[in-house]
């Protein structure tokens, strides 16, 4: 119970590698978010998504999303990631985000009372989806880390690592689509074969 939240809190950037350092060193906020959308799943692996929701100035979001069924782990993948996402938002800009509220699409859990300790703003359970909500700084603002230099080169091996991943298993990753798309569900490798047009004992 709980560690999800203890895990996010002791996740730094060098932590996730070269996306990691790529969000680090981007010019704002909202390039480093557009940054975590292109690679976060295929060279972090995390099987949450985030997604920017824009109200107002001071009114802005990320949403998330599971780029994989997860099922009975969800409330721990997206408690790691809620914690990781607001220490490195205050690692970004040298001082926390003023937070205005947590939306969660589960049920209060046992120990949510610990969620307190880790989020400065109101916590609605049941929600009918999973958000964190921010009113400053704003996701045009500079980031302190910015570094063009090492930006561009962390791109250019992140867009080479993802290349090289869809091109070294087509297969695995048309499986892997089919799978998301079950939402769950455990498709046979008959039906899957029958979807990909090879037999059984080809896949």
């Known amino acids: ?60 979001a990320f949403v998330f999303d599971e780029s994989v069924p997860v099922g009975f782990i969800y409330n721990f993948c997206v408690e790691e990631l809620l914690v990781m996402i607001y220490k490195l938002a205050g690692d970004l800009y040298g001082t926390k985000p003023a937070m205005k509220r947590v939306e969660l699409s589960y049920p209060a859990p046992a120990h949510h009372e610990l969620y307190a300790r880790y989020f400065h703003g109101p916590i609605k359970f049941n929600a009918r989806q999973t958000r964190i909500s921010f009113s400053a700084p704003h996701v045009d603002e500079p980031l302190r880390g910015n570094d063009p230099e090492l930006n561009e080169l962390c791109e250019r091996q992140c867009e080479m690592l993802a290349h ?17 798309r079950s939402r769950g569900t455990s498709p046979t490798i008959e039906v899957i074969a029958r979807e990909l047009n090879i037999s059984p004992r080809t896949l």
Not at 37 to 51: H, K, N, Q, T
């Open 164 to 180: 090289q991943i869809g091109q070294r298993s087509p297969l695995v990753a048309k499986v892997r689509n089919i799978l998301i």
């Open 1 to 60: 119970q709980g560690i999800g939240l203890e895990m996010g809190q002791h996740t730094d950037a060098v932590d996730l590698g070269l996306v990691g350092y790529l969000v680090m060193s981007s010019r704002t906020q909202r390039e480093a978010i557009q940054h975590w959308i292109d690679y976060s799943d295929a060279l972090v692996g995390m099987p949450m998504r985030l997604r920017l929701e824009e109200r107002a100035r001071d009114d802005w």
